[in-house]
């Protein structure tokens, strides 16, 4: 395995102090450019126009930089929102989320989880017993950062996700963002869909189950969404789980299975009890 150093950069853009669009990677010094380049570029290519723009590039020691497997992806076969929900909060309630946190984390995805009904720049922590909120600030939430796919992974990646015809950026990022957050301590489950009114796909992650993607799992034209991370409700520790989620370097050196576009009442029934 190389040891060679690592670089993350960090890209922020925003427009009268509005956060835009942001994206992040870890590469080797032989594609600091190139990825520079490629994120400087990441606004515009989503119809922004940002009159800010922030870029951070921090050295990382690669001896610290953990590597893991990407989460295996099913793809269920659902057209219907509310039916796709619906079978999010059974993925969600066979890894150990209640019935009743499952619910409430549905309910404020829909109605924006953020202070009156805005949209939150991270995520939110729900207790996955009680679906009491955990997270600090309502309005920013926790963000996950520094995770990317190594080289191998990237190339793996792609491949296995061009031949499912997905070769949006956005499922890229995702996955590996998810493939962090699931080896998390104290995490039992992600849920997630965009805010972004024309991108109606989500997933819930479960490090045993995988990333489970749903094509519609909101309305075409809604502006809201986010991400919710459940997490234990015994002796869970918000200071661990944020120091690994905000400071711990992750790779993603390989995808996981892919397992291909399933029927819902399949895949459940097909989950380890
Ligand atoms: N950490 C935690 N939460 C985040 C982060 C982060 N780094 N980035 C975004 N969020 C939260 C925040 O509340 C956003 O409003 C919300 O997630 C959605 O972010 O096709 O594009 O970047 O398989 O709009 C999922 C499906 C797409 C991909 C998710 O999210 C697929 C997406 P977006
Ligand atoms: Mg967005």
Redesign the pocket.
């Known amino acids: 395995m190389s040891r060679e150093t690592l670089y993350s950069i960090r890209m922020r853009s925003s427009i009268d102090g509005k956060h835009v669009s942001?994206a992040e990677r870890i590469v080797p010094v032989d594609r600091l450019r190139p990825t520079i380049d490629e994120l400087v570029a990441r606004p515009a290519e989503s119809g922004h126009r940002p009159d800010h723009m922030s870029l951070t590039v921090d050295e990382l020691d690669p001896a610290r930089v953990r590597r893991i497997r990407g989460l295996d992806i099913v793809m269920l076969d659902i057209a219907d929102p509310q039916a796709s929900r619906a079978d999010a909060a059974r993925v969600l309630e066979h890894a150990g989320v209640s019935p009743r946190a499952a619910r409430i984390a549905i309910d404020l995805l829909l109605a924006g989880p953020g202070p009156s009904g805005t949209?939150?720049?991270?995520?939110m922590i729900v207790d996955a017993e009680t679906g009491a909120r955990l997270e600090q600030d309502r309005a920013r939430?926790?963000?996950?950062?520094r995770f990317d796919w190594s080289e191998s992974g990237e190339n793996g990646i792609r491949a296995l996700l061009a031949s499912a015809s997905?070769t949006?950026f956005?499922?890229r990022e995702?996955?590996a963002?998810a493939s962090k957050v699931a080896h998390a301590p104290g995490i039992v489950a992600e849920l997630?869909?965009?805010?972004?009114p024309g991108?109606t796909?989500?997933?819930v992650a479960v490090r045993a189950c995988g990333y489970v993607?749903f094509p519609r799992l909101k309305e075409l034209g809604s502006a809201t969404?986010?991400?919710a991370f459940f997490v234990r409700h015994e002796g869970f520790d918000r200071e661990a789980f944020t120091r690994y989620l905000c400071e711990e370097a992750v790779l993603i050196d390989e995808p996981g299975a892919y397992r291909g576009v399933l029927d819902p009442e399949l895949f459940l029934a097909s989950l380890p009890k």
């Not at 949209?119 to 995520?123: I, L, Q, T």
Request: charged share 25%.
């Open positions: 942001g949209v939150m720049r991270g995520a939430g926790v963000r996950a950062t997905l949006h956005r499922v995702a996955l963002l997630c869909w965009s805010d972004d991108y796909a989500g997933y993607r969404g986010g991400r």
